[in-house]
């Protein structure tokens, strides 16, 4: 009895420990449902890593609110070989070789793709699935750049003024990943019909199949997590209108919905836990919550002191962490129960990024990018800063841009060595050598334009109020001369 | 099911304010002081102290209780993207407004308050106005200790500029400093008679026109105090206000007189505002206290120039004559017009200009 009551424990304790193993599929934009987005590339043909760059600016298009040069990339081992992908603003998904930057296969669509693309391998066969802002969804063979099948989340029509994609995840209602879940908005500018409208969308992921689709109002959603509670496949995800939801995986019913949230940007990141799991989620008002996985009741809130653009990653341990990156200039790292301030790192700009985050290995290191243009390498376990590297100015002249989901970094091992991947808003796509004897030294940020624009402010200013003195004297003068009536 | 508990009535007046996250206890505190300001600058006894006490308050308010940016630069660039996210985002927009419209607002309607009684960047300028009266002084002249104090603040300032700028710490985005050094150049160039004071007030249209460049441009500048508003940390707004502060004791509230951008903004309005300080010439027996009382020279020979004027009814609370009072022009001009004019009406004396 005592026997079968253990096993009873193991087992329904079983979805929480497979949830907890590190990422080993880049199945959700993050890598795993705790946005750690690190992962091992385990690849027979890779050669050892190094830096590398490849330019995607191309044709540099007009910014507009939401545009961004590169999404977040995603990383995965297909023909064995590592390999990085990332969407880009030209339309097109590029496929580079993680460790030379070799450039293997480009896939172009009808649109932008901002939103990350997604690995899948059941063992069988991989795929790669990419949302593009054309409204489709692509299934491509991550070997050689073919089209599996596609599907129109929205039907064209004329009156279409534009559709965001966020990036899908894999996952299923039950215990197999059979299915990709793809969160879309859609306006519809037509003068009988001007809405927005926004959902998830279910796929098969053999086919492409609809499976189901549901309709979750008129704010532009974040990309969703799958997470498996006692075996039931649950989406959580966020919106701009301020909602965060959790979805059941197998018909998108609404399991339970936030309404008090601020804009959510990001998908939120699970821990599971003994209580039923921690959603944490950061808001546009700077607010970080701790909530209850299956209620959504919160358990604990932080306040930054500023925006909140970015995913929340969680780390398990001995002391559960939360690292988020605010607009108030700091990665925040917070206890998980209670979400205590644990320490802060602070940089020269508002953290807008995901953090990346690297537990294994001599030295562990989360990775952010923040708006002093920098890619920050902090100790996981201190906050003390290990190094920084410039990683590119805008490409628009423009720097207050929270409303575009700039690329987060992330992480990947390849042959025992961690490596940097980062779509940087100069439009160049970077790897770099985290190894503690191969970091190259930091390019240093020029500060030339503060100088230069001293003089250009305090000359004219200085020459206007001589000006102004020059004719009020003038005046006053030849008042005085003027003989009283 | 909480909302579903919730009432009709308390659901149309909660949902609103949801996505404001908590904000609105920051936006009641700042609408509680404006209403604090207007009750309490009725009271004739005791009128100074009760301000400073005011400033005080709003001290508070906005280093532990406020969220937003409202410092001066931010409160503009706030206000430009909350009239941005209007038509999509409303709730973010009425948070980014409400702030620049609460001050529009009570300007017309109850004077430039918000400069004489709540800014927290005019009341530090009071703390460096209260030590540079009790500083000794030359007339007709700078004083040693004026000179030497200006001279090494801008040294100081320059050096620790060049040192900071050589280390690559300071980048296009702390161009708060270049504020500061405006500041310090005005300064030095009103104390050595190079610049007149009035004239060089129309620089404030330069201050915010560069704000409105930047703000446009997206360009990130903070504004002095900013600093303290949130919890970043912005050396180059500390600094800012450091040098705010040190060119107070030089020139009495010279950030408000040359540059500040909103003040000009609030000047501007302050000549349509419902409540102004006028001058009964009949009760005025020239004795120029009113003149000395005024921090920021708004005030001249009893010709009050409404556009500097900042509403800390110091002047009137200085005049044994009760020559300054406070006046509702509004209601003096809607009896004026129902009237037919008389003869010869005693007329408030004030500038051609207002």
Same mark, same amino acid.
């Given at each position: ?485 | ?57 709003? %001290? ?7 969220? @937003?940016?409202?410092? #001066?630069? &931010?409160? +503009? *660039?706030?206000? !430009? ?32 308050? %918000? ?7 005019? @009341?530090?300028?009071? #703390?460096? &106005?209260? +030590? *540079?009266?009790? !500083? ?219």
């Amino acid at each position: 009895m005592k026997l079968s009551g253990a096993l009873a424990v193991v087992a329904l304790l079983l979805p929480w420990r497979a949830a907890a193993t590190e990422c080993e599929i880049w199945s959700q934009s993050r890598c795993d449902a705790q946005n750690q987005a690190a992962i091992e590339l385990r690849a027979g043909q890779a050669t050892l890593p190094r830096a590398w760059s490849f330019d995607g600016s191309g044709r540099v298009w007009g910014y507009e609110p939401g545009l961004t040069v590169w999404s977040s990339p995603a990383l995965g081992v297909a023909g064995d070989r590592p390999l990085v992908v990332a969407g880009n603003y030209d339309h097109t998904l590029y496929c580079l070789d993680a460790a030379t930057g070799e450039p293997l296969w480009r896939f172009t669509t009808g649109g932008p793709i901002y939103a990350a693309p997604v690995f899948f391998h059941d063992g069988a066969r991989a795929m790669l699935f990419a949302a593009s802002n054309d409204r489709i969804v692509y299934a491509i063979d991550p070997a050689s750049g073919r089209q599996i099948w596609v599907h129109a989340v929205e039907d064209y029509r004329p009156t279409l003024g534009g559709a965001r994609l966020a990036s899908p995840c894999v996952g299923g209602a039950g215990d197999k990943d059979d299915a990709i879940f793809v969160p879309y908005w859609v306006w519809d500018r037509s003068l009988a019909n001007s809405t927005q409208s926004s959902g998830v969308m279910a796929l098969s992921i053999a086919d492409g199949r609809p499976l189901w689709r549901k309709a979750l109002g008129d704010g532009e959603l974040t990309a969703a997590i799958f997470v498996r509670l006692q075996g039931r496949g649950v989406l959580f995800l966020g919106s701009s209108s301020g909602n965060l939801m959790a979805l059941a995986a197998g018909n998108g019913d609404v399991l339970w919905q936030r309404a008090e949230l601020d804009c959510v940007r990001n998908p939120p990141a699970f821990l599971p836990d003994a209580a039923g799991g921690l959603l944490v989620t950061g808001s546009k008002f700077g607010t970080v919550r701790g909530l209850e996985a299956k209620s959504g009741v919160e358990r604990w809130q932080f306040r930054t002191g500023d925006r909140v653009t970015g995913s929340p990653a969680l780390l398990d341990g001995k002391t559960p962490k939360v690292l988020v990156g605010s607009y108030d200039r700091k990665l925040h790292a917070l206890s998980a129960a209670d979400g205590s301030p644990l320490w802060q790192d602070t940089t020269r700009g508002g953290v807008y990024s995901s953090p990346a985050l690297i537990a294994s290995g001599s030295e562990p290191m989360v990775l952010f990018a923040a708006w002093d243009h920098m890619l920050h390498a902090t100790d996981l376990a201190r906050g003390q800063p290990i190094f920084s590297a410039y990683t590119g100015a805008p490409l628009w002249n423009v720097a207050g841009m929270d409303d575009s989901n700039w690329a987060s970094p992330a992480a990947g091992r390849i042959r025992g060595r961690w490596m940097a991947f980062v779509g940087s808003y100069d439009g160049t796509l970077r790897a770099l050598p985290l190894e503690a004897d191969e970091r190259s030294a930091p390019e240093l940020r020029s500060n030339l334009w503060f100088w230069l624009s001293f003089p250009m402010f305090l000359l004219p200013a200085a020459g206007l109020a001589l000006l102004l003195t020059h004719r009020e004297r003038r005046r006053r003068a030849a008042a005085a001369s003027t003989p009283a009536r | 099911m909480q909302a579903e508990r919730a009432s009709t009535l308390a659901k149309v007046f909660n949902v609103p304010f949801l996505s404001l996250d908590g904000t609105s206890v920051e936006m009641a505190s700042l609408l509680f002081l404006f209403l604090m300001v207007i009750v309490i600058s009725n009271a004739n006894r005791h009128r100074q102290w009760i301000r400073r006490g005011v400033q005080l308050v709003s %001290f508070v308010v906005f280093f532990y209780v406020v969220y @937003s940016c409202l410092g #001066v630069f &931010g409160m +503009i *660039r706030n206000g !430009l993207y909350g009239l941005t996210l209007v038509g999509s985002a409303y709730s973010e927009s009425f948070y980014w407004l409400a702030l620049p419209f609460v001050i529009i607002a009570v300007t017309l309607l109850h004077g430039p308050v %918000f400069c004489g009684w709540i800014c927290p960047t005019g @009341s530090l300028q009071d #703390v460096s &106005g209260w +030590i *540079r009266k009790r !500083l000794p002084r030359r007339p007709g002249g700078l004083s040693r200790v004026e000179l030497a104090g200006i001279m090494g603040a801008s040294l100081a300032f320059i050096l620790l500029l060049v040192w900071l700028g050589a280390k690559k710490k300071l980048f296009v985005e702390d161009s708060s400093l270049h504020w500061a050094a405006m500041l310090l150049l005005l300064c030095c160039l009103v104390l050595a008679g190079v610049i007149d004071d009035i004239p060089s007030r129309r620089l404030r249209v330069f201050s915010l026109a560069a704000i409105f460049f930047t703000a446009v441009s997206h360009m990130v500048v903070t504004s002095p105090v900013h600093f303290a508003f949130t919890s970043r940390d912005d050396p180059a707004s500390a600094l800012t206000t450091l040098v705010i502060l040190l060119a107070g004791t030089f020139v009495l509230r010279s950030w408000c007189r040359y540059l500040c951008p909103w003040g000009h903004v609030v000047g501007f309005l302050h000549r349509f505002s419902r409540l102004r300080i006028l001058l009964d010439a009949s009760k005025c027996n020239r004795c120029g206290v009113c003149d000395t009382s005024c921090d920021v020279a708004a005030i001249e020979k009893g010709v009050i120039r409404v556009q500097h004027c900042q509403f800390c009814h110091s002047c009137v609370d200085h005049c044994a004559s009760s020559a300054l009072s406070v006046v509702d022009v509004w209601a003096m001009n809607a009896k004026r017009e129902s009237q037919p004019a008389p003869a010869e009406a005693p007329q408030p004396s004030e500038s051609p200009s207002a």
